[in-house]
């Protein structure tokens, strides 16, 4: 079965430089989330999309943004990057019930960026 | 706000032996209750899904329960193994409006000995 892709898998910056990051969902799933991992820290929620709208914003610095393009796919764009940013950023979808409601989120690979 | 708390941090068992992993919430008014294993420097793999509707789930040697009304979760693992070795961390989902995010806990790091 066809699972989250997330490219790249691997990414190192200079301080200051931007970073796309991309996350491709599950056939058919509508809804896209965002989470870092920062080094040693539990998965902290960043953002969502549901339908290419926002749909829910947690901790997401304001240098960051994010979109879901009509094929739903998904970009996380990070500027002027710190050290602090440096984390493993994970994509997850899910997809909308026909009872309103979300079904299970299914994780991506991550994608770790190191600043230097 | 959501708040998940995981204990112990970090657990020591011999191979083979019995083990229960604790994960509370703070709001009750959860859509499901997910655990996951993450390897060193890796993804995060799902193990066991509750919905708020259930009380436990199994898959293999591991069972997950799920007491809503005392925002309390477990995750037993039987007859440990090394390659159980990871850090384990619970997720509540909760529902309502947009709200349908992941909250985490801290992770509980478990190293099985052989």
């Known amino acids: 079965a066809a699972g989250v892709i997330q490219s790249p898998r691997h990414l190192i910056k200079e301080k200051r430089e931007t970073a796309t990051l991309k996350c491709y969902p599950i056939p058919r799933h509508d809804t896209v989330y965002w989470y870092q991992q920062g080094p040693g820290q539990d998965p902290q929620f960043l953002i969502s999309?549901?339908?290419?709208?926002?749909?829910d914003k947690g901790s997401i610095p304001d240098r960051f943004s994010a979109q879901q393009f009509s094929d739903y796919h998904s970009e996380l764009n990070m500027s002027s990057l710190e050290l602090g940013d440096s984390a493993l950023y994970f994509c997850?979808?899910?997809?909308?019930?026909?009872?309103?409601?979300?079904?299970?989120?299914?994780f991506g690979p991550g994608t770790r960026l190191l600043v230097l | 706000k959501q708040e998940v708390t995981q204990i112990p941090a970090a657990l020591s068992v011999p191979e083979g032996e019995n083990l229960v992993l604790n994960c509370s919430f703070t709001d009750s008014a959860i859509y499901n209750l997910q655990w996951f294993r993450q390897d060193p420097g890796k993804g995060l793999t799902s193990l066991l899904l509750i919905q708020s509707s259930q009380r436990e789930q199994t898959s293999g040697r591991l069972n997950a329960s799920l007491d809503k009304s005392s925002g309390r979760s477990t995750l037993y693992i039987a007859a440990s193994q090394p390659g159980d070795s990871a850090t384990y961390l619970c997720a509540a989902q909760n529902s309502g409006g947009s709200n349908y995010k992941l909250t985490f806990g801290k992770g509980t790091l478990l190293t099985v000995n052989p």
């Open positions: 997850a979808s899910s997809l909308e019930s026909v009872f309103g409601s979300q079904e299970t989120q299914y």
């Open positions: 999309f549901y339908e290419k709208m926002q749909s």
